[in-house]
Structure formats: C-alpha cells, structure tokens
C-alpha cells in the first residue's frame, strides 16, 4: 500500500506494458523508478492527484462515492486509474455534485472530458516536437508553456527550488537543465512537495474547485500574507500560486490543507440548511385546528 505501491502501478502501465512484478525488469528500469521516488518526481495523472487529496477531504470522498454509484462502479474503492482517467475527469467535471441531473448529463459530460483530454494531448505532443526534436527553440516552448494555464509555472518554480538554486531565467541556465525540466513535464511527472502539488494539478480539469480557492483564498485570514502580492487573484485564477515571500512553499501547502477542510464545513453546513428547509413544521404536522369535533 502507500504512494511507493501506486506509483509503482503507473510507472509499470507507462513504461513496463502492465507487468508489476519488480524481478522481471531489468536494474535500470527499477533504479530510474526509485530515483523518481527518491526525488518526490512522480507521475501525476488526475486518478493519481485526486487519490493523493482523498484522505485529506471528507467532502470529496462523499461525493466520490455518490458519484460511483451514480455510474454503477462496484464497491466504495478510492479513486484510481483502474477506472479510468476519463471516468475521473468526468468526477471532477461534475463537481461539486457529482450526481446532479439525469444520466444522460453524466454521459455528455463523460464525452466533454474525453474531448478535453485529447486535445491537451495534442497540445503537449506540439509543444514536445517543438521543444525537443533537433532544432526545437527549447526556451521558447518553456516560456510558451509557464504562460499557459495550468501546473507548469508551479511546477518550474518547485524545480528551481530543487535543481537550480532558485534560478528561474531560462537564460541563465543550460539547455540540458531546461530539457530535463521539459521532458519529464510533459511525460506527466510532478515534484510533489505536499498537498497544493496535487491541488493544483485538479484545477485543470475542475473549474469549480479552482473558483472556489480564488474565493477562500479572498476570505481567509490565513491567506493575508498572500493578498499582499498585487497580483495575487490573477495568479489564483490561472491556478497558480505566487512564490514570492519567505516560507512560501509551506504556506502553500497549509493553505491547500485548509481550503480542503473548508470544503467539507461548507458542505456539511449547506447539507444541514437543506434537511432543516425539508421538515415540516410543527402547524403543518399538527391536526388541523378547524377540523369537525363531531
């Protein structure tokens, strides 16, 4: 059990064609995995992020499980790849009920995120061609890519943090350095420093839960320190979050634990608004005052 045996389960249905047994690999195929462990470099697929937050957060287990009966999955299991990664953006897509409307909304849903997912595909299969094949303008593609929504500008500040000192000029550092940080993002590889690793990665896929952190990190008294930055809510917004003051990291972390306690108070607090909206009245439960006593 444990992140070591689930990473090991991607890692062998990438790159070992769905064989787990360890004692049928070659050295080096076991040695560049445990490399990655060692260097908290992971393989981050939806299935893989949301399985990371999961017991982290009472809200998106209830709503997962309601989700796994609302598409006939057996049993109550976490969420995996098993199920496959449109199965799971189709979750995150639905959020934050993830069984609201008839099934035929869950299906066209289903669909949308399918249509998603090939099209960053093909996104990503661009911007490796031009990155990495002989002639690629590696430091364009970088840029290119910390520009776009999403992880990669998280992502490169964690690798300057780990690899270049806290250089982040692309300029300043070798085309070595910024392949090596080109080649294992786009294979889907994450440096995972704690929860807002994995929180970020969602924001991608899940409109709602991105707002919602905008709007938390808006709110709490925790993220002061955070509003300071001009920029803070444009960061927020692209799902990113700006590493500019000491401790930065951390905070990021406690904050991304925070907002997923929040989640679920605000949900426990709407579900107990509905159940109190939903009892009848004592007068309406009551025999009628004016009925006959004859």
């Not at 009966?69 to 449109?86: I, W």
């Not at 250089?167 to 300043?172: E, G, I």
């Not at 000491?246 to 989640?263: R, T």
Request: include cysteine.
């Amino acid at each position: 059990g444990g992140w070591p045996a689930l990473q090991w389960q991607l890692y062998s249905e990438r790159y070992g064609m769905g064989e787990h047994d360890p004692s049928r690999f070659e050295d080096d195929h076991l040695v560049s995995f445990l490399e990655h462990q060692a260097d908290r470099y992971l393989l981050m697929p939806p299935s893989f992020a949301l399985r990371y937050l999961y017991p982290r957060s009472e809200f998106l287990k209830e709503q997962w499980l309601k989700f796994r009966r609302a598409m006939s999955l057996e049993g109550n299991a976490a969420p995996s790849y098993q199920v496959g990664e449109d199965v799971i953006l189709t979750f995150l897509k639905a959020l934050p009920e993830a069984v609201a409307g008839p099934p035929e909304q869950l299906q066209a849903l289903q669909e949308e995120a399918r249509q998603e997912r090939l099209a960053r595909e093909e996104s990503e299969a661009s911007v490796r061609f031009a990155a990495l094949e002989e002639g690629g303008d590696v430091r364009e593609a970088l840029l290119e890519l910390r520009r776009s929504p999403g992880t990669a500008e998280n992502q490169w500040a964690e690798y300057g943090r780990k690899y270049t000192e806290n250089t982040l000029d692309p300029r300043l550092l070798s085309e070595a350095t910024l392949k090596g940080f080109l080649e294992h993002y786009l294979e889907g590889y994450r440096l995972v420093s704690g929860v807002w690793s994995a929180l970020s990665e969602l924001f991608a896929y899940c409109p709602w839960l991105k707002d919602e952190w905008v709007e938390f990190l808006q709110k709490s008294p925790d993220a002061s320190k955070v509003r300071e930055d001009p920029l803070w809510k444009e960061s927020a917004r692209r799902g990113q979050f700006r590493f500019r003051f000491g401790g930065a990291f951390a905070a990021a972390n406690n904050l991304s634990i925070k907002f997923l306690e929040s989640l679920s108070s605000k949900a426990a607090a709407v579900a107990a608004e509905v159940a109190q909206e939903a009892e009848p009245s004592l007068e309406a439960a009551s025999p009628s005052s004016s009925a006959s006593s004859s």
